[in-house]
Every structure is written in C-alpha cells, then in structure tokens.
C-alpha cells in the first residue's frame, strides 16, 4: 500500500490563502451583503462607441494630476520670498522633480482637452436632455473648476510670467468701483505680491481639488451608474432598448486599456516635450518684463478678448468704470451661466419635456447644431487675438541715467501699423464669422435632414 506524501510547502500555503480568502469573503458577506449587490452592478451594460471613452481620458489624467500633485506638494515652499527657488530645486535638484512637473502640466492639459470634447459630444448629441441635466450641470462645474484650478496652479512658479499674470488679475480686482480695493487687500494681502502665493498655494492644493474630488465621483461614477446610458440610434431602434458589453469583464478591460493608454501618452508628452522652463523666466521683479512668452491656451480666449476690446471708460459719480476690462471676464460669466442652464433653456424654447434615452445625430437637431458652431466659431476668434503682439517702443532714458533694457518681443511680434489692421479685422470677424458659421452650419443640417 502506497504511503501518501506530505503535500509541499508552497501547495499548503496556496491552500491556505485561498481558504483564508473564500472564510473572510463569506464572513463579511454575511454581515454586509456585498455580493447581493455586486452581481447587478458587475452586469450593467456599457457603450461601446470610442466616443463614450472621453470622459474617461478626463477622469484618468485627473487621477495622474492628484499623484504628481501629492509629489510636487512634498518638495514646494509655498514662501513668497523662496517659492521660486524651490519650483527651481525641483526642476534641476530633485530627482525625478522636472518629470513630474511636467507630467503634472501635461496632465491638466489632456484633462482640460478631454472635458472640452466631452462636453461636446455631450452637446451636440443632445445627451444633456431629461433626466441628465444634473450630470451636465456638474459638468460645467467641473470645467469651470478646472480652469481656474489651472491658474492658481501656474502662478505657483512665481517666476515673472507668473506673477504678470496675477499683476493683471489684481489690475481687475483693483477697476471694480467700491469692493475693488477690499477685494484686492484681502486676495493679495496689502501690496502686490504681498501673501498671494501662500494663499493661491492654499486654494489650488486644498479648496478646488476638495470640490473637484467630491464632485468627479458623483458626475462621472454615482450618476452614471444609476441611470441607463444612452444610446447611439446606430444601434438601438427604441428608447427602451439597452445595448453595450457587462461592466466586467468587457468595460473593466476596456477601461484599464484606455487608462494605461492615457498615461502613456502624458509620460511620452512629459519626457520629451519640455514646457514652461522657470529657471530661464528668472525671478519677479517689480517692473521687469515679463518673458515672451504667450499665455496657456486654456487663457488664450480670455487674452485675445482683452486684446480685441478697445479700451472704454467712462466716469459715473466720480468713479471711472473700466469698461475694457470688464467685458471679456462678464462674456466668459455669461457663457458659463448658459451653459449650465442650456438643458433647461433648449427645453423651454422647444417644448420637448420626454425622457431622452437616444442620442441625436447633429443633423437632426439644425438649430442646437448651428448654435454650437456659432460659440465654437467666436471662442476661436477670441483665441486668435492673442497670437499677434505690438512691436514694443524703444525706451529711453534720461541724460546720466543708464538706458534700460529692451524689452523681449513676443511669439509673433509686427509694426504697429500691422498690428492694428489685424485687431480690427478681428474685431469685424468676432460679429460676423460666428453668424455666418450658424447659418451655413444650420442649411447643412437641415439640407442633410430633407
């Protein structure tokens, strides 16, 4: 009779672990009943379509931005007298630190990217429309809070370009009658710079990614997994119909492929396409110039406007109302007030209160089409007007004082006479581009319909 052998050290230990598991599973599943509700969930069905996988570039980069984040906020000093060189130290003295810098750009610029054509796909397939109107809203949100979140996030470096930038923004704090100069002393703290960079350092690591972690989660997992995704008529026949692969194991690989993907692609952009060099801006200086360099394009439309709007003022009171200065932030506040009412207003000028499961191809809805190519069309005119800068004067001394230096000419630099033609060419095209894009945009769609 054969004598049985004692199994192996590693056989019993495999053995063991899986009984250790499968106890602890049952144990916690008898006191909490996960797997009743893990099996429906690990079942719901998912889109297939690429454009889906959009608001998943954002969610994925938005994960890269808070790790890089965690790094970097090791490193900085957030002391408006050392937070420059401390930015430098961990450019050129960390190790690894210029990586993730710009692993940490790169990702907000892909993540900012991805909501930009999330937002319209979203848009122009109507899938904002009954019952999603509370996961557009958040959407905007998260837009809106991305891009200030992105510069609070340059002006960290505290070299000239970045404090140029905060010089302006307190200039506009500074133009509102009454409230400007308490709005200012509280932001800033007494005189430019004063205590603006802890404060900006405060808000960009704590206060917006605080909103940004309890929002992402409820617009991108709590709301979309409790209601049905929409669906693309390409594929479904009715409003009823669900189509699309299990979340595991179909959306779970997909899902893990895409995120491995999104950060390859901002490794790659990161490790050989170097941006933003804050040794070579130098520190700030009162009164020096500020590189020349052109803003983020996230700040392009902003930048542009202020270029493209004469300079009005006009004097109520006593109090001299900066009229130039007001307009491109009040056209920004308005777009993204519309914006997050848009479910309600298309909803009110249509008529249309149903439930929208199918998506709309842009040619079935002409005017909703037209409308976006219209804002879109604006938006890039806006965003051209900051390419093209003034030659700056020559600047001259006087007798026995030394000459200054010249100040560093822009990306694209032309005459003043150039430059002129140009501003009021866009400022004719900024009217009558945009309605020209709605009408042409509109005549295709409804030509495309007939």
């Not at 099996?39 to 379509?49: C, G, V």
Request: hydrophobic share 50%.
């Amino acid at each position: 009779m054969a004598t049985p052998t004692k199994p192996k050290r590693r056989a019993r230990v495999v053995a063991g672990s899986a009984k250790a598991a499968v106890d602890s599973t049952i144990y916690l599943d008898d006191r909490l009943p996960f797997a009743r509700w893990l099996r429906p969930q690990l079942r719901k069905l998912f889109p297939s379509h690429w454009s889906f996988l959009l608001g998943e570039l954002a969610l994925y980069s938005f994960a890269l931005l808070v790790l890089t984040g965690t790094f970097l906020t090791l490193f900085y000093k957030p002391n408006p007298d050392v937070a420059f060189a401390s930015v430098t130290e961990i450019s050129l003295e960390v190790r690894g630190g210029l990586l993730m810098r710009q692993l940490h750009h790169w990702s907000a610029t892909v993540f900012v990217l991805a909501i930009v054509a999330h937002m319209c796909r979203v848009f122009f397939t109507g899938a904002f429309r009954k019952p999603r109107e509370l996961t557009w809203m958040l959407g905007v949100m998260l837009f809106g809070l991305a891009l200030f979140e992105a510069f609070l996030g340059v002006s960290l470096t505290a070299d000239q370009l970045a404090m140029t930038g905060l010089r302006q923004a307190q200039g506009l704090l500074l133009s509102i009658p009454l409230a400007g100069t308490y709005l200012s002393a509280f932001v800033f703290d007494g005189a430019f710079p004063g205590q603006v960079i802890p404060r900006v350092f405060v808000t960009h690591v704590l206060l917006v990614p605080g909103i940004l972690l309890a929002v992402v989660p409820v617009h991108a997992l709590i709301l979309t997994w409790r209601q049905k995704h929409t669906e693309r008529r390409a594929t479904a026949a009715d409003e009823h119909r669900v189509t699309g692969g299990p979340f595991f194991p179909y959306f779970a690989v997909k899902n893990g492929a895409t995120a491995l993907f999104t950060m390859g692609v901002i490794a790659l952009l990161a490790t050989f396409v170097r941006v933003n060099p804050v040794w070579e801006h130098g520190a700030y200086s009162q009164g020096g110039y500020p590189p020349s360099a052109q803003p983020f394009w996230y700040y392009g439309v902003l930048d542009g406007a202020q270029r493209l709007v004469p300079p009005w003022e006009i004097t109520i009171g006593g109090y001299v109302l900066q009229l130039g200065l007001w307009i491109p932030p009040l056209i920004l506040a308005v777009f993204f007030g519309v914006l997050f009412l848009y479910p309600f207003l298309e909803r009110r000028f249509t008529g249309d209160g149903d439930y929208h499961q199918l998506l709309d191809r842009p040619s079935q809805a002409p005017v909703r089409t037209a409308l976006g190519v219209a804002v879109i069309t604006f938006f890039t005119v806006l965003w051209a007007g900051m390419w093209l800068s003034e030659a700056s004067p020559e600047m001259h001394s006087a007798a026995g004082f030394p000459q200054p230096n010249p100040a560093p000419d822009a990306l694209l630099t032309v005459p003043p006479d150039t430059y002129q033609v140009v501003v009021f060419g866009l400022r004719v095209a900024v009217f009558v581009l945009p309605v020209l894009a709605f009408l042409v945009t509109r005549a295709i769609c409804r030509r495309r319909m007939s």
